[in-house]
């Protein structure tokens, strides 16, 4: 029988799936991740079938809480990155309950899943109000959540700043593709968390993504009047809030 303080996440990426028991009090996993690559095709049914090889490799038996790089509402994929096209209109949740032997499935947005667990538990544990999560990577994914509970699909990396989508000008392949410094950088970024936080007055920002290591060459140079702060979790924030997730009965 599963122990009720602790969860199973799984978080499905472009190159891997990722998965582990959590425990609920303190955010930590119960043991080291597993993961699996992401077939290729990652067609609906191939990735299906590598959630449940993980799940029975782990001899987890309760719910499972999954993060998806997508739009989801009411457990439907609407958009698709890093991932087959064939998602869009799926219904996630039901094919993911199919493949664990109908067991209940949460599927919520990857940023979402992360924010809500740098939220409790990393960056952000200590702040209440107004908590924006950017994952500053291939592009911006966001999450926002207020006194803990989650606006989910947020998708502000989208929103146009200066007549350019703001995952367009800051995103950390920007950097990489046009070789900009990090000075450079971190005034694209700047550009983006001044329009955010005129429109959301936000507390805090979190700033995710691999870039997130190395925050002490961009982070003091940013110059947005709202705290940012790097993410604590790192790798782990989507299996954590995708267990977060399914022991709270949030399903987006």
Do not use: C
């Not at 719910?63 to 087959?84: C, E, F, K, Y």
């Not at 032997?101 to 599927?107: A, F, I």
């Not at 924006?132 to 926002?144: D, K, N, Q």
């Not at 979190?206 to 190395?214: E, F, L, P």
């Amino acid at each position: 029988m599963s122990d009720p303080g602790r969860a199973f996440g799984i978080d499905i990426g472009g190159s891997g799936v990722k998965g582990a028991e959590v425990d609920l009090a303190t955010g930590e996993l119960v043991y080291e991740r597993i993961k699996i690559a992401t077939p290729h095709p990652a067609t609906p049914n191939a990735v299906a079938e590598a959630v449940a090889k993980l799940v029975a490799q782990s001899g987890w038996e309760g719910p499972v809480g999954i993060t998806m790089p997508s739009v989801v509402l009411n457990g439907q994929i609407r958009t698709a990155a890093n991932i087959d096209p064939t998602w869009i209109g799926i219904d996630a949740r039901r094919l993911f309950s199919l493949a664990l032997g109908g067991r209940d499935v949460t599927v919520l947005n990857d940023a979402d899943a992360a924010g809500m667990a740098e939220d409790r538990y990393g960056a952000a544990k200590d702040l209440d109000g107004l908590v924006m999560l950017l994952t500053f990577g291939t592009g911006i994914g966001s999450a926002v959540m207020y006194n803990g509970v989650l606006v989910p699909n947020s998708e502000l990396g989208h929103m146009e700043v200066d007549g350019r989508e703001a995952e367009h000008r800051a995103a950390a392949s920007v950097k990489d593709r046009v070789g900009m410094s990090y000075p450079e950088w971190a005034r694209e970024v700047s550009k983006v968390l001044v329009t955010l936080e005129n429109l959301f007055w936000p507390n805090v920002f979190v700033a995710g993504g691999g870039i997130s290591r190395d925050y002490q060459e961009w982070i003091p140079l940013l110059t947005n009047r709202t705290p940012v702060v790097p993410a604590a979790l790192r790798n782990t924030a989507g299996i954590v809030g995708a267990a977060m997730a399914v022991s709270a009965g949030i399903a987006p």
